[in-house]
């Protein structure tokens, strides 16, 4: 298979230009606004069928189903939707595209970015399965934002493989269908007795006749989408690519530097960008000039708007951009010295403001009954910092401008750029590249306007790419969040009552329509496994939100990584109250549905796979911890504590997932891998705090990610339990593993710690 | 200035103290070769220089001038036809489907590769320590470790052999 991505696809892209449309869903047959160069119709079911783009003949499109989003909203929108809210609507253009070429290859466009994730690979096995073509006739490419393709969502939230499942593998059955049908009446013959092989369709026992894609595509003479009922989908267990290890796509340009990122992008007589810093959290800039800057060499445009807080230049090298923006004479209202106590202070999850997520049964009355437990969770700011920092290069030209960045939501960057231009959006193409990594960082597309105001100043194409300190400072970070857990146990050490008061900021929010976080209350990004799934007749979730002078956001898993650190934590001082064993009580508490009996089934597989039932040799230690959502999640930490240095080691790293039917269990995996470490990272090393007015934060020097030496050995099982359709298999593994490693400390060393990153200092102070 | 990259000899009219990261991405087009921090931490811009892995974002274009210099691009070798021979710490890299996002994998190879010419049969825990200067951000550590064993001709785990 083939890929076409970043250079290559923005000179296709250009020679594929369309405009919009205005498709209504659900008129059979209608003819709608015309797509560019295309001619298409919309289907009862929502797909798109027309002609395709240049190069190509026939093209299917699909939605992402309302019914997919769901999946991952529905759990956490809950019942707080509003009806009519226009953040659920399908968008007007179809996010997917297959097409049918002239050599007869399929392409597939997808508006999902590949981060590293394997995305790219995950769709393509689907698309390949339901063709019934051989991977080597599939092309994939990475669409942009004129492509005629819409991605309203962004690229995250693990939500790719599980949302495009179900409409690829129909689009890609129906356009089999389509071509089946016309190769039936070409060559004579029933459909029924037709096979794919190569690129077209064979006689399966008779003459040798065939007929390839593109010509029974030109000759098209029914453009009836099949119903869905006549989709022959094929069964489950006859794939032979959905389900294999399939070798990434992407993986070979990576080991040989030719994959191209945002930070990679070159074009002729381009210039390079920097762009004047707020030096405090609340900063804003009174008065800019180039000063000095202009006698630096090299130096070619000054971009001053003092109203909107930007300042920039463009120069020749980056070297001579980054010494003219420091040389630039700027002045600030720098506001208030913001402390990290005063933040902490307000993240206190008590009086007014908060919102009941979860109540069932009656909380407050049952936790005067029984053995009381008590205790407080607090987890930092966090940083993503993908090693790949923010960047892009734009060219304006004639009032069009064309931008190439590492984003994942081309389509928020797109409007934010005509906007910062004052243009049409019409006039502005965004083309993601790969991605150095997003992490949820990279739904900012700050960069990508920069880039385009300095091109238009400039004249020429400007590239412009933060430096580490730039991206560390200017980025939304994971919001610090306190949890305050009660609970309360009968006596034969049953569960009676849990109390979740949760305090954090905005996640998801941050991105969201003013509308729907006024209707909605709790952010469901920062609340994510706040609830307690557990079977507890009295359970009551209470989530404050509260604005913050940092900024706040997407950050890999949003809330799921404190909340499950707290909440899995409390559950072990409550097995530990109760004198349980800590899997056999969760299992004792686990409830009787199809959710429970998952989660039981990925809990004993983890407790086999990290040999829970025998003791761990000499000075280590084990804990357990799990999540559960659409996606499960158990995991066993094995550690050692250094009593003399405060140091803990995380050896091994058992884990046991339910993400539902996998398409590449080799990237699950890797995923699961990249998770840990993420996990480890936060529970041990990673934590950003506030000092008067700014973070504290330098280069990696005053922010260490984990590295190998501290990194544990991973081993993990995907377990079946029958589900059909995939789940988000991106971010969940990160949810359990600071409770697990919290959970063995305790095992380790009978104290516990409640607040992260468990520092050697915390240790040591725990240990006193 | 003369640079000598990937056995191929360029004159370059760039100031003396721009570093060599910057040169060989934006005068040289070689983007291969990564930006991560600028500090000499994080090891996405590891390149090799007379043979030594060494943190090219740290090195002033005056101090390696005359230098044999190869960085990812020159690793794997093409033949007359164009075919590529991957260098077999890429071929490992590939074979247990190390990199996530990517960024990180040119400064995790060309560490590899300079570790392993100086000691081929290198013990796990010597793998560790020579790259445990590379942050990988995505968090494929298991599969370098991995990788680099394989490449060392041992399976991961595996104690050396003296």
């Known amino acids: 298979m083939t890929q076409e991505q970043s250079r290559n696809q923005a000179v296709e892209a250009q020679a594929d230009s369309t405009g919009a449309n205005n498709g209504e869903e659900g008129a059979e047959g209608a003819e709608s606004a015309p797509l560019g160069k295309r001619r298409w119709r919309l289907s009862r079911r929502g797909f798109l069928i027309g002609m395709g783009a240049a190069g190509a003949s026939l093209a299917v499109g699909a939605y992402f189903g309302r019914p997919a989003l769901h999946l991952y909203m529905a759990e956490n929108l809950a019942a707080s939707e509003p009806a009519g809210s226009s953040f659920m609507q399908l968008d007007s253009d179809p996010p997917l595209w297959l097409e049918v070429l002239e050599d007869s290859r399929i392409r597939l466009s997808v508006v999902k970015v590949e981060m590293g994730q394997g995305v790219h690979t995950s769709i393509a096995q689907i698309a390949v399965e339901e063709l019934g073509i051989s991977w080597a006739d599939l092309v994939v490419a990475q669409a942009d934002t004129t492509s005629g393709l819409v991605d309203g969502f962004g690229t995250g939230g693990s939500l790719s493989v599980a949302a495009s499942y179900d409409p690829l593998r129909k689009a890609a059955a129906g356009l089999r269908s389509l071509l089946q049908r016309e190769a039936a009446a070409e060559l004579g013959v029933s459909e029924a007795a037709l096979r794919v092989e190569g690129r077209g369709f064979v006689v399966a026992d008779g003459p040798a006749a065939r007929a390839d894609f593109y010509s029974l595509a030109a000759a098209l003479s029914s453009w009836d989408f099949p119903e869905e009922e006549q989709l022959a989908l094929k069964p489950a267990d006859e794939f032979t690519v959905i389900g294999q290890p399939v070798a990434r796509v992407d993986v070979p340009d990576k080991v040989t530097g030719q994959a191209v990122y945002g930070y990679d992008m070159r074009m002729p007589e381009m210039l390079y960008g920097a762009v004047a810093r707020p030096p405090t959290l609340e900063a804003t800039l009174l008065n800019a000039s180039p000063g000095e800057a202009e006698a630096i060499e090299g130096v070619e445009a000054f971009v001053i708007d003092v109203e909107n807080g930007f300042a920039g230049v463009a120069a020749r090298s980056r070297s001579a951009a980054w010494a003219a923006v420091n040389s630039m004479e700027t002045e600030w209202d720098e506001g208030h010295l913001w402390q990290q106590e005063e933040i902490d202070a307000l993240i206190e999850p008590a009086g007014e403001g908060g919102v009941t997520i979860q109540r069932e049964g009656n909380a407050e009355a049952a936790l005067g009954k029984g053995t009381t437990v008590l205790a407080t969770y607090y987890t930092p700011f966090a940083v993503q910092a993908p090693l790949e920092a923010p960047a892009a290069l734009a060219d304006f030209q004639d009032g069009q401008v064309r931008v190439w960045v590492s984003t994942q939501f081309q389509e928020r960057a797109k409007g934010q750029i005509a906007e910062a231009l004052g243009v049409e959006t019409e006039t502005v193409q965004v083309v993601p590249t790969y991605l150095g990594g997003g992490f949820g960082s990279k739904l900012d597309t700050r960069v990508a306007i920069e880039a385009a105001r300095l091109s238009k100043a400039a004249g020429a194409p400007v590239h412009v790419g933060w430096d580490r300190v730039e991206a560390m400072h200017n980025g939304y970070l994971r919001p610090p969040t306190k949890n305050v857990l009660s609970g309360a146990l009968d006596e034969s050490g049953r569960i009676i009552a849990v109390e979740h008061l949760q305090g954090s900021s905005d996640v998801a929010f941050s991105f969201l329509p003013g509308f729907l976080s006024l209707v909605m209350g709790a952010d469901f990004g920062a609340t994510i496994a706040a609830r307690v799934e557990y079977d507890v007749p009295n359970r009551t979730v209470t989530a404050w939100r509260r604005t913050l002078p940092v900024w706040t956001g997407w950050w890999r898993g949003l809330g799921l990584f404190p909340n499950t650190f707290a909440v899995e934590s409390f559950i072990d001082e409550l097995a530990a109250a109760a004198g349980a064993d800590p899997l056999q009580f969760r299992l004792d508490h686990l409830p009787e549905s199809r959710a429970g009996a998952r989660m039981r089934a990925v809990l004993e597989a983890v407790a086999e796979l990290s040999d829970w039932g025998r003791p761990p040799a000499a000075g280590r230690a084990r804990g357990i911890a799990c999540h559960m959502s659409n996606t499960m999640v158990a995991e066993v930490a094995e550690i050692s504590v250094d009593e003399t240095t405060g140091e803990i080691s995380v050896h091994e790293l058992a884990c046991a997932v339910d993400c539902g039917l996998v398409v590449n269990p080799d990237g699950a995996k890797a995923q699961i891998e990249g998770n840990v470490m993420w996990g480890v990272g936060s529970t041990l090393i990673e934590q950003a705090y506030v000092k008067d007015g700014r973070l504290e934060l330098n280069n990696f020097e005053s922010y260490p990610l984990l590295t190998m030496r501290e990194a544990p050995n991973v081993r993990s099982v995907l377990v079946d339990t029958g589900i059909k359709t995939p789940y988000g298999m991106g971010e969940p593994p990160i949810g359990p593993v600071g409770a697990a490693v919290a959970n063995a400390f305790t095992a380790a060393t009978g104290r516990r710690i409640r607040t992260l990153p468990m520092t050697p200092a915390r240790v040591l102070e725990a240990l006193a | ?162």
């Open chain 2, 1 to 162: 200035m003369e640079l000598n990259v990937n056995g191929r000899s360029y004159t370059l009219d760039v100031p003396a103290e721009e570093r060599l990261l910057w040169v060989l991405r934006d005068w040289l087009g070689l983007t291969g070769t990564k930006y991560g921090c600028g500090v000499g931490i994080c090891g996405a811009c590891t390149v090799h220089i007379n043979g030594a892995a060494v943190r090219s974002c740290l090195m002033p274009l005056a101090a390696v001038s005359g230098a044999e210099i190869r960085t990812i691009e020159g690793l794997a070798e093409r033949d007359g036809g164009g075919e590529l021979t991957l260098h077999p710490v890429q071929q490992a890299f590939i074979d247990h489907q190390v990199p996530q996002c990517g960024w990180c994998m040119s400064g995790q190879i060309m560490q590899a590769v300079s570790f392993l010419e100086r000691n081929p049969l290198p013990s796990e825990e010597e793998t560790v320590r020579a790259m445990s200067g590379n942050y990988c951000r995505c968090g494929c550590y298991v599969r370098i470790l991995q990788a680099v064993q394989q490449a060392a001709g041992r399976a991961a785990g595996e104690e050396a052999a003296t």
